[in-house]
């Protein structure tokens, strides 16, 4: 957790909209409003992906962010 105290470049709240139990796995959607790591506003979209292992651990996180459609325009 060393990287979520000190060496995190945004700061803001995570806020929860929903979460989803899969088995083993959990989905977490939500919204990140804060400061990126230059300190301007920012408001992403995310979907964190959770993995445990057999002694209910997180073993694997992965992130997704909702940065819009003009990421993928040519």
């Known amino acids: 957790m060393k990287f979520f105290r000190e060496q ?3 700061r803001g ?3 929860i909209e929903q979460i989803l139990p899969l088995g083993r796995r959990l989905l977490a959607m939500g919204r990140f409003e804060g400061v990126g790591e230059k300190g301007y506003q920012r408001s992403v ?3 964190d ?5 057999d002694t209910d651990l997180v073993k694997k996180r ?3 962010l ?3 459609h003009l ?3 040519r």
């Open 13 to 15: 709240i995570h806020k």
């Open 49 to 53: 992906i959770l993995d445990f292992d």
């Open 45 to 47: 979209g995310f979907v």
């Open 71 to 73: 990421v993928v325009q």
């Open 62 to 64: 992965r992130t997704f």
């Open 66 to 68: 909702a940065t819009g």
């Open 8 to 10: 995190r470049l945004i």
